[in-house]
C-alpha cells in the first residue's frame, strides 16, 4: 500500500522559511506524482505544488510560486517543499499526497489522488 509521512512543519515568524518532506513508499516511480496541498481552518483543501516522481516536470499554485520549490531525491524516497518568505496566509495543514498520473497541469485536482498523507501543521505568525 502507498504510504506517505509528511514531516518538516512549525511556527515561523513571516519571512522565515521551513522546509517540509514526505516520505513515500510503497509504489513504482515511473508514471506518478506527489503533490502538496494544504488546508487552513475553514477553509477548502487547495493545491501548493506537485512534481513527477520519474521527471523534473514541477507545477506550482499561483499564490506561491517564486517563494516555494519543490523538489525529490529519490534515493531517500523523499520529495520536498522548501518554503521561503513565508507570509501569515501560508498558514495551514500541509499534506502530501499521491497519484497515479505524472504531474501536468491536472496536478492540483483533489479527486485524483490517492494516498494522502497525515499532515504537518504550519503556522506563520505576523
Known amino acids: 500500500q502507498v504510504q506517505l509521512v509528511e514531516s518538516g512543519g512549525g511556527l515561523v515568524q513571516a519571512g522565515g522559511s521551513l522546509r517540509l518532506s514526505c516520505a513515500f513508499s510503497g509504489f513504482t516511480l515511473d508514471y506518478n506524482a506527489i503533490g502538496w496541498f494544504r488546508q487552513a481552518p475553514g477553509k477548502e483543501r487547495e493545491g501548493v505544488s506537485c512534481?513527477?516522481?520519474?521527471?523534473?516536470?514541477?507545477y506550482y499554485a499561483d499564490s506561491v510560486k517564486g517563494r516555494f520549490t519543490i523538489s525529490r531525491d529519490n534515493a531517500k524516497n523523499t520529495v520536498y517543499l522548501q518554503m521561503n518568505s513565508l507570509k501569515p496566509e501560508d498558514t495551514a495543514v500541509y499534506y502530501c499526497?499521491?497519484?497515479?498520473?505524472?504531474?501536468?497541469?491536472?496536478?492540483?485536482?483533489?479527486?485524483?489522488?490517492?494516498?494522502w498523507g497525515q499532515g504537518t501543521q504550519v503556522t506563520v505568525s505576523s
Open positions: 499526497a499521491f497519484r497515479f498520473y505524472p504531474a501536468s497541469d491536472t496536478c492540483f485536482r483533489i479527486n485524483q489522488y490517492e494516498r
Open positions: 512534481i513527477s516522481v520519474s521527471h523534473d516536470n514541477t
